[in-house]
Structure formats: structure tokens, C-alpha cells
């Protein structure tokens, strides 16, 4: 008896993944050796590869390099270039002039869009550390999922461990998950904007905040679709984008590009969307945000030191030297950061370094150090 041939189903299309990487920013936290040309994303810090080399790779598994894209300035676009030269030219986007993270988005998104309505698009940070990869590729590839499905905007929220103040966060419903891959995605209530110290601590004593990472995925369609219904300002950028980048005409989007509102991804539609859903991003995640963030990246001596160069350090705890190529010694000093480059020395408190930004912007405003910044 012959037996019936087995049918086979048909493979299941595999989705369009694009990345969008956010690579502009100034070097202001990371001064000295950030500079306005040469901001964090371009600096060898966490690694031996520079923070955007490194979000790059993280990330090939799920996207491949031909269907990245970044955004930024023409400077640092062409650091983008030398270090990417395999990377498409018409996937480097540079910015006519910098209008935050809401334009650049839908600007990228936008291009998207007119290839495939239906791609799934992962916004990202050119400049986070990320210590757990295969958990982030295994979420990541779960919310890409989720989002084609659903037709839902996605975003990854920190589990927070103290009261920062300043993140952003978001309020989600923990008792109504929706699953898709064995990750749970909870439906967003609210985005708050770095709090006081005081409703911190009410948000991390709740236990249904996160803070937001700034890490995004949905499709290009559904960006449009909720621009259109919650974001009129945004959308009306976002129609133009389009007729200009139809048109192949630069004058007509550098114009559309000048008069979007000048807002964050946040404030222009993540806020006002509808439906947007946040996945748990315990994943081993820092923004890096100034110097004595890596004391938490870098090997330390039984002391708490860490460094880049060759340390001699004597009754000195909590200690981050930059200054590689050469001898730092440390006599009874607590918590300082040392960074020495070529044409300037920062040492600091390293409770304050959040406030390097502020000696960056006194030292623009001063004649004869604007080239310092």
C-alpha cells in the first residue's frame, strides 16, 4: 500500500527588521576626551570597540548591516562612514539641523516606510551598554514580534534598583500582560519625566514603574498611523518627509526638517500614543551616563579603583583614572575622577560629574576655549 504523500507547510515569511540608530548627541558628560565632534558613541569606553561599533554588532543576529540606518549631524556621519564602510550611503541620514529624537525618528521611520510599510523598525541609542546579549536579542526579537502582530508601539523599560531622578519613567498595568514568545509586554498608563527624589521613591516603592531605556520597535506603519491620530504636529513633519524624500528634492526636506517641532520621541508621540506596551529590559542595562558610571564597568582593585593606564594608588578608594599611556599615582584621595588628554585635565568629585556638563557650557561661552569643547 503506497502511503499518501506528507504536505508540508509552508515556512513562515521571515520579518523585515530595520535598525535605527540614533548616533548624534555632543560629548558634554564624557569631557574631556567626549567633544562636541567626538560625543560618547565615538569613544572606546565600555570596550575595546566604541559604544556605537558595539550597538552595531549587538544587534546583527536580528538585523543585518545592509538594513541599519543611522541619523545624526554631517560631522559625526562621516565617523559613522570611516568606521562603517560597508554600510550603505543612503542608509546614513544626516540631520540638516538638530530638532531632538522626535524628527530624526520619523524621518528614519519615514524612509522606511516608502520601502515597506509593514517592516519593523528598532529604534536604538548608539551609545547604551548592554551586559546580557542573548536575553536583549532574545526580548528584542519577541517585542519585534509583538509589534508586527498587534500593530503595537513597544518600548523597553529598566527595572530600577534606587531612586534616580534622572530618568524617565513609565507607568505600566503589571496585572494585564499580554505574551508573545514567553515574554510578557504590560499595557503602558503613563510617561513621567525625571521626577524629584521624592516621587522616585514612590515609583520604586510601587512596583509597577521602569524607567524609560529610550529603546523603541514598531512598524513603520503603525508610526504613521498613531502620528496621525495623536501627534498633529509630528504627522504634519511626517508628511512632508515623505512628498520631499518622493521627490529626491534636499531643499524641500531640510525645509519639512526646520520647522518639526523641536521634541524628543517622547514627548512628540510615545506620550499620546495609544496601546504602546513596555517590556521588562533586565538585560544588564546602563546609559553610561558620566564618568563614574564605569566604575561599575570596568575592573576595580580591591579598593574600588579603576582605570585606563597604569595606577599606583595608596590609601585612595572609589578612584576612576582615564589616562592611558602613562603612570597615575593616588595618595589618600576618595571618589575623584582623573581624566588627562593631550590639551586637558579634569579632576572631579565624583558625585558631581553629572555636573562636567555645566563646566562644558561656561567653557563655550569663553573666548579662546570654545575649541576645548
Request: glycine content about 8%; proline content about 6%; hydrophobic content about 45%.
Amino acid at each position: 500500500m503506497s502511503r499518501p504523500k506528507r504536505t508540508t507547510r509552508p515556512k513562515k515569511p521571515l520579518r523585515d527588521v530595520r535598525a535605527v540608530i540614533l548616533a548624534g548627541g555632543r560629548g558634554t558628560r564624557f569631557w574631556p576626551l567626549g567633544r562636541a565632534d567626538k560625543p560618547k558613541q565615538f569613544l572606546q569606553i565600555a570596550g575595546r570597540a566604541t559604544m556605537i561599533e558595539e550597538t552595531v554588532r549587538r544587534i546583527r543576529p536580528l538585523v543585518p548591516l545592509r538594513k541599519v540606518t543611522t541619523v545624526a549631524d554631517a560631522v559625526q556621519t562621516r565617523r559613522v562612514r570611516k568606521l562603517f564602510p560597508a554600510l550603505p550611503a543612503a542608509n546614513m541620514i544626516v540631520e540638516p539641523v538638530a530638532r531632538n529624537t522626535g524628527p530624526a525618528l520619523a524621518l528614519a521611520t519615514a524612509r522606511i516606510w516608502l520601502d515597506n510599510p509593514e517592516a519593523v523598525v528598532v529604534a536604538l541609542p548608539a551609545d547604551h551598554l548592554i551586559k546580557d546579549e542573548k536575553r536583549f536579542l532574545r526580548k528584542l526579537g519577541s517585542a519585534v514580534e509583538m509589534s508586527a502582530r498587534a500593530g503595537a508601539m513597544v518600548i523597553f523599560g529598566i527595572p530600577p534598583t534606587y531612586p534616580a531622578t534622572g530618568y524617565g519613567y513609565i507607568r505600566f498595568e503589571r496585572e494585564r500582560p499580554r505574551t508573545c514568545g514567553r515574554e510578557a509586554f504590560y499595557p503602558v498608563r503613563a510617561f513621567k519625566e525625571k521626577p524629584s527624589v521624592e516621587l522616585a521613591d514612590e515609583f520604586l516603592a510601587a512596583g509597577d514603574c521602569a524607567w524609560n531605556s529610550g529603546m523603541f520597535v514598531w512598524t513603520a506603519e503603525t508610526f504613521a498611523r498613531q502620528a496621525e491620530a495623536c501627534a498633529p504636529a509630528l504627522f504634519s513633519f511626517w508628511k512632508k518627509a515623505v512628498e520631499a524624500l518622493r521627490s529626491g528634492n534636499r531643499g524641500r526636506l531640510r525645509a519639512a526638517f526646520e520647522g518639526a517641532p523641536a521634541l524628543s520621541i517622547d514627548y512628540a508621540l510615545m506620550e499620546k500614543a495609544q496601546g504602546v506596551l513596555v517590556a521588562e529590559g533586565d538585560f544588564g542595562w546602563s546609559d553610561i551616563g558620566a564618568w563614574s558610571s564605569l566604575l561599575e564597568v570596568w575592573p576595580r582593585d580591591r579598593d574600588g579603583n579603576a582605570a585606563r593606564g597604569e595606577l599606583a594608588a595608596l590609601d585612595s578608594r572609589g578612584c576612576l583614572v582615564w589616562n592611558p599611556g602613562r603612570l597615575t599615582a593616588l595618595v589618600g584621595v576618595r571618589n575623584l575622577i582623573v581624566v588627562d588628554t593631550k590639551d586637558a585635565l579634569l579632576v572631579c568629585d565624583a558625585d558631581l560629574d553629572q555636573k562636567v556638563k555645566v563646566l562644558v557650557e561656561a567653557l563655550s561661552r569663553e573666548r579662546g576655549r570654545k575649541k576645548l569643547v
